[in-house]
């Protein structure tokens, strides 16, 4: 299945961001809708027959954010509740710190919140080695989201190893779920996704065995992305057609 993070469209209201992801939904084949940070994702709002993907804490009511964490189950509440109202598919979300916490604590904590929650829950591979699962050497035995362009900021933007790698967690390990975005190696700035980067090859393949979200745009869909990105967009835009003027 494929679907569209708020990340990747935020930054408006959350009223636009649903027009956006319906005016994507026939071009990029979108079968649902990941609530996440961009624009606030209201507990309490009405999200009209839209299969959801919850990733991290991303749930608010009015400026209030409901945290999600593995060891703390006091905050599995507010997401098992809203799971129970809505066609929530699957819950994804950041590992803690290496130092929060042993790696034999953070399985039993994600196996027990998985029972609560009643959907597959999946832990995402990290761009900084202060975390679980930012390396092969740090994943733990839980099903995995992998991100793709964290992967990438672990070989600093060397597009063989970041593949070979994918592919080989996506081989050897009980991966879920797969973000997509691009960068250049150095941060993980969510740029438009070129149309000529690797993972293309794979995405029909990927479509039918992981819940695949684009937290970037593709550059042919440049005027819908994040807002503060758009803008910087429209600004080098209008620059470059001044120089060329001049």
Request: hydrophobic share 40%; aromatic share 12%.
């Amino acid at each position: 299945m494929k679907g569209l993070s708020i990340t990747a469209i935020g930054l408006r209201g959350f009223d636009e961001c649903i027009d956006i992801f319906y005016t994507l939904k026939s071009p990029l084949k979108l079968d649902y809708l990941e609530l996440a940070i961009g624009s606030k994702c209201e507990i309490d709002r009405d999200y009209p027959n839209i299969p959801l993907i919850l990733h991290d804490s991303c749930l608010y009511d009015r400026y209030f954010r409901y945290k999600l964490d593995p060891l703390q189950p006091l905050t599995w509440k507010a997401y098992a509740d809203f799971i129970t109202s809505h066609q929530v598919l699957a819950v994804s979300l950041h590992p803690p710190l290496k130092s929060y916490c042993s790696q034999k604590e953070l399985e039993l904590a994600m196996m027990k919140m998985q029972q609560v929650l009643q959907v597959p829950v999946y832990l995402e591979v990290m761009p900084s080695d202060k975390y679980w699962c930012s390396s092969i050497q740090t994943l733990i035995d839980f099903p995995l989201l992998l991100d793709v362009s964290h992967v990438n900021i672990w070989y600093q933007g060397n597009t063989t190893a970041t593949k070979e790698t994918c592919l080989t967690l996506l081989n050897s390990y009980a991966v879920g779920s797969i973000h997509l975005s691009h960068n250049a190696g150095k941060a993980d700035t969510h740029d438009l996704i070129p149309n000529n980067v690797w993972f293309n090859d794979y995405l029909e393949a990927w479509n039918d065995n992981y819940f695949v979200t684009y937290e970037s745009l593709t550059t042919d869909y440049a005027a819908y992305e994040r807002l503060d990105k758009c803008r910087k967009f429209e600004i080098n835009i209008a620059y470059l057609q001044r120089i060329s003027v001049g």
